[in-house]
């Protein structure tokens, strides 16, 4: 079946652009995982959804992220005012119901180079 | 959340068992141990996942101690496609999120 899809795979955005990342989950999962990857580092986690509650924004790093999934299925991330430490690979992942936040399922990310 | 702490980089030679192990001191009663894998550009996928013990899927073989301090996940005959970053987490199933480390660079040499 489908697995967990993100758009754009790449994003080039000058500095003081924002941007907009799409993760569309796997049908059915109640749960969904932002993460920021830097390179040679490990996922940090940003910010939890169950439907469309955002239960955990925790990790978001400044009030320039912004996450929403309104309808509890599509979620989007949007960083205003990108800055040159935004460069990453945004992450998401998704759970089923019968899981916990333990068995994620990940898209392939969102590079974003800001320049 | 339990801290993990495990080897940087590994290597190894296609055909052989590969052993990482992590070490997981503060781990909590009710806290499960998972690992993920990761290969370039692509997000981690998740792995195995146990308690105690051994658990084995297709992919991995995981060893867990009676102390549960620490874990091992064994590959077994590993290829050149098994080349990867290897997460270990530790977490309640009650806990809304997971915490990843650096991992483990695995670099499987032909």
């Known amino acids: 079946g489908a697995g967990v899809s993100q758009s754009p795979r790449y994003k080039v955005a000058k500095r003081g652009q924002d941007v907009a990342l799409r993760c569309d989950p796997i049908?059915?999962?109640?749960?969904l995982f932002w993460y920021q990857q830097a390179l040679g580092q490990g996922p940090e986690f940003l910010t939890y959804?169950?439907?469309?509650?955002?239960?955990?924004k925790s990790g978001l790093p400044s009030d320039r992220f912004f996450a929403e999934r309104p309808e509890g299925s599509v979620s989007t991330l949007k960083i205003q005012r990108t800055q040159q430490e935004d460069s990453a690979v945004y992450l998401c992942?998704?759970?089923?119901?019968?899981?916990?936040?333990?068995?994620?399922?990940f898209g392939p990310g969102t590079r974003l180079t800001v320049t | 959340l339990a801290k993990t702490t495990q080897p940087i980089s590994m290597d190894s030679y296609e055909g052989q068992e590969v052993n990482i192990t992590c070490s997981h001191n503060?781990?909590?009663?009710?806290?499960?141990i998972t690992w993920y894998q990761q290969f370039p550009s692509q997000g981690p996928r998740f792995i195995i996942q146990?308690?105690?013990t051994k658990v084995t899927n297709e992919v991995a073989s995981l060893f867990i101690p009676a102390d549960r301090k620490s874990s091992t996940l064994s590959l077994p005959r590993v290829s050149l496609s098994d080349t990867a970053v290897y997460y270990c987490?530790?977490?309640?199933?009650?806990?809304?999120?997971?915490?990843f480390g650096k991992g483990t660079r695995l670099h499987i040499l032909p």
């Open positions: 992942a998704s759970s089923s119901p019968e899981t916990w936040a333990g068995e994620q399922y």
């Open positions: 049908s059915g999962h109640v749960s």
């Open positions: 959804f169950q439907n469309e509650a955002q239960l955990d």
């Open positions: 503060n781990i909590a009663t009710n806290d499960y």
């Open positions: 146990g308690y105690k």
């Open positions: 987490l530790v977490g309640d199933m009650r806990d809304d999120k997971i915490i």
